[in-house]
T-cell receptor, first 112, second 113 residues
Framework: GDSVTQMEGPVTLSEEAFLTINCTYTATGYPSLFWYVQYPGEGLQLLLKATKADDKGSNKGFEATYRKETTSFHLEKGSVQVSDSAVYFCALREANAGKSTFGDGTTLTVKP | EADIYQTPRYLVIGTGKKITLECSQTMGHDKMYWYQQDPGMELHLIHYSYGVNSTEKGDLSSESTVSRIRTEHFPLTLESARPSHTSQYLC????????????FGPGTRLLVL
């Protein structure tokens, strides 16, 4: 079955540091890939997505590239801010699947 | 901007009470989902629906039940709440055509005493 493996957290960075959160997946077909973010006390929000190989999703300074050859979708940001502190979830969804498959989530804390 | 709503946002209730968590969306989405998430843990799908009168159980076994009488409404019911039901419940919806994005509600934080 499908699965998503995320880098274990928690991750603690200083403001303006470079961020990478690794995500790899296994899937039987050609899924869409997503990063969701959950800020403290809030529900999940879609951060970015990519629907096919070599697509790059980007939003709010975050980027992730759909790498079919390495089955990866790593999240990156060049300069994090304190307001980026949240839990980040990598997810995939097959074309005809009834549900998404989520990773375990990675908690990011950015210190001033 | 996604229009998906959950009520209540927070609920504290005693053991044995019947509760219904409301979820509604105004986007006309066919598919709706309920996830359960404990603090610091991953999401678990507990119910989903492909459309009106369609409901399926998800990956995580749950004592809750759902109904889908109208496209926009997908309530979740616990007949007799227990402390083990304490968690956050997230509702989501999607258009259901191919590899669609899911839109999440703000969640309901449930505490059963």
């Amino acid at each position: 079955g499908d699965s998503v493996t995320q880098m274990e957290g928690p991750v603690t960075l200083s403001e303006e540091a470079f961020l990478t959160i690794n995500c790899t997946y296994t899937a039987t077909g050609y899924p869409s890939l997503f990063w969701y973010v959950q800020y403290p006390g809030e529900g999940l929000q879609l951060l970015l997505k990519a629907t096919k190989a070599d697509d790059k999703g980007s939003n709010k300074g975050f980027e992730a590239t759909y790498r079919k050859e390495t089955t990866s979708f790593h999240l990156e940001k060049g300069s994090v801010q304190v307001s980026d502190s949240a839990v980040y979830f990598c997810a995939l969804r097959e074309a005809n699947a009834g549900k998404s498959t989520f990773g375990d989530g990675t908690t990011l804390t950015v210190k001033p | 901007e996604a229009d998906i709503y959950q009520t209540p946002r927070y609920l504290v209730i005693g053991t044995g009470k019947k509760i219904t968590l409301e979820c509604s969306q105004t986007m006309g989405h066919d598919k709706m989902y309920w996830y359960q998430q404990d603090p610091g843990m991953e999401l678990h799908l507990i119910h989903y629906s492909y459309g009106v009168n369609s409901t399926e159980k998800g990956d995580l076994s749950s004592e809750s039940t759902v109904s889908r009488i109208r496209t926009e409404h997908f309530p979740l019911t616990l007949e007799s709440a227990r402390p083990s039901h304490t968690s956050q419940y997230l509702c989501a919806s999607g258009r259901g055509q191919g590899k669609e994005t899911q839109y999440f509600g703000p969640g309901t934080r449930l505490l059963v005493l």
